[in-house]
């Protein structure tokens, strides 16, 4: 790990032109920090030692990000070799083991000053409140997140939000990764019930893309784990819109990846929540068109998509590529489906042109497009046109950069080559079947080589 930090730096220590115990005392991280820095450590190597990524390391040192916490300066005092006391956390079984407020009460007795001086001393009363008071402001304090360093991560939050349409799952993933381990410890203590909130909250939105990422990567069964913890957590936040949101964001995978019956069930539980129309109303509603098409209920599919209109008229997102926003051109990619799967591919064709328009020539979400173009694939199989829905799926897949060409595109442009009758199948069938199929085999090549995300 490079430079080791040496116990004594603590005790002889100096920053500043004063002991470096004097910042410690005072629970001054990022002057710990930039002293260990200045000594040679790489802040990589501080951030390992601390069990921090080196992008909150970064923000620690810079002042941009405050520690509180208590399980997280106990984790720095220990990795740095801190003496505990020294930053008011105690001393590990070598005395007391945390403030006054978090020790035993084994008596009444213990609190027999607060009734006067009869029993002491006269200041004994004042002076054991006073300790008590301390005690208990400092496990409050303990316990609280610091307004900006809670603004820092929804902050962070909607950062992924705004590259994580554009950005291959596996990027995603890795970055994701820290985000759901800082929010993850931070909750795991009691909050006051307005910052539990904000970062249940926090908490849906990271697992949300946690699954869409999984599932883009086909990666199934932790997808829908992933989607119930999102479903939890946005539960736990109270925020409507957002239990409907990750709802209808759940519904995807079964229809991409098991029963569409279960997308429609979702579809419904998210509906059944709408307390005010919402953009995320519309895409459950568009969701359950797409789904109920997929099941052969036509007129339930076409009652279905009627509504999803009427919502997104209503509610609809502007033009953004930002994640679960549910703009215009989402609403046709979600209507393309429902046409494609009912048949009816005149209006499929007019959704899909109408769509691929509004997300223009060079679309920063590759990914819908494709879908899109894939949807083309199976209308034109219905209309018997096979050796050119071959050929527009190989396309499609072919434009995609190598790490957006993953299992959720691969499963639709099989279910192409599924579509067409095996006498209809030429050249181009077979040239899209090879092609899909090495691209599973390189994607497998690739998993086998990377080691398997630790969150």
């Not at 939890?232 to 990750?246: M, P, Q, Y």
């Not at 009627?306 to 609403?331: C, E, I, N, W, Y």
Request: aromatic residues 6%; glycine residues 6%.
């Amino acid at each position: 790990m490079g430079v080791q930090v040496e116990p004594s730096w603590w005790t002889s220590g100096v920053w500043e032109g004063r002991p470096i115990r004097e910042f410690l005392e005072r629970r001054d991280v990022a002057a710990a920090f930039r002293f260990l820095h200045a000594r040679g450590v790489p802040y990589g190597t501080i951030a390992a030692l601390v069990g921090v990524s080196p992008n909150r390391a970064a923000e620690i040192t810079k002042g941009t990000r405050q520690v509180t916490a208590y399980d997280v300066l106990e984790r720095i005092a220990v990795g740095l070799g801190v003496p505990r006391a020294w930053m008011g956390l105690g001393q590990d079984g070598m005395g007391d083991a945390r403030p006054s407020f978090d020790r035993e009460v084994n008596s009444s007795a213990d609190l027999l000053p607060v009734r006067g001086p009869a029993n002491g001393r006269p200041d004994e009363a004042p002076t054991a409140l006073a300790r008590l008071r301390t005690g208990l402001d400092e496990a409050l304090a303990s316990s609280t997140v610091a307004p900006r360093q809670l603004d820092l991560i929804e902050e962070a939050a909607g950062e992924h939000m705004r590259i994580y349409p554009a950005a291959p799952p596996e990027v995603m993933l890795s970055r994701l990764a820290a985000e759901c381990t800082e929010v993850q410890i931070l909750s795991r203590r009691r909050q006051p019930a307005a910052v539990q909130a904000r970062l249940s909250g926090t908490a849906a939105l990271l697992a949300t893309m946690c699954a869409d990422a999984l599932m883009r990567l086909g990666n199934v069964d932790e997808a829908r784990l992933w989607y119930r913890t999102a479903i939890h957590a946005a539960d736990d936040s109270s925020d409507n819109r957002l239990r409907v949101l990750v709802r209808a964001q759940a519904a995807m995978l079964p229809y991409y990846f098991g029963d569409p019956r279960q997308t429609v069930v979702l579809a419904e539980a998210a509906l059944a929540l709408m307390a005010t129309p919402s953009s995320s109303a519309a895409l459950a509603a568009a969701g359950r068109a797409r789904a109920l098409a997929r099941l052969g209920a036509v007129e339930q599919a076409r009652q279905a998509t009627l509504q999803a209109r009427h919502l997104f008229d209503r509610v609809g997102d502007d033009d953004s590529d930002t994640a679960f926003r549910f703009p215009m051109k989402r609403l046709l990619f979600y209507l393309s489906g429902a046409s494609t799967w009912l048949g009816d591919t005149s209006e499929a064709y007019r959704v899909q042109d109408e769509a691929l328009r509004l997300y223009g020539p060079s679309p920063s979400v590759a990914i819908d497009p494709a879908l899109l173009a894939l949807d083309k694939s199976m209308c034109l199989v219905r209309d018997r046109r096979a050796a050119e829905a071959a050929a527009s799926a190989l396309d499609a897949l072919a434009t995609l950069l190598e790490a957006q060409r993953t299992e959720i595109v691969l499963t639709r442009a099989s279910d192409v080559v599924s579509a067409i009758p095996v006498r209809h199948r030429g050249s181009e069938t077979t040239e899209l079947t090879d092609y899909v199929r090495a691209c599973r085999e390189h994607a497998r090549t690739l998993a086998a080589g990377t080691a398997a995300l630790d969150l």
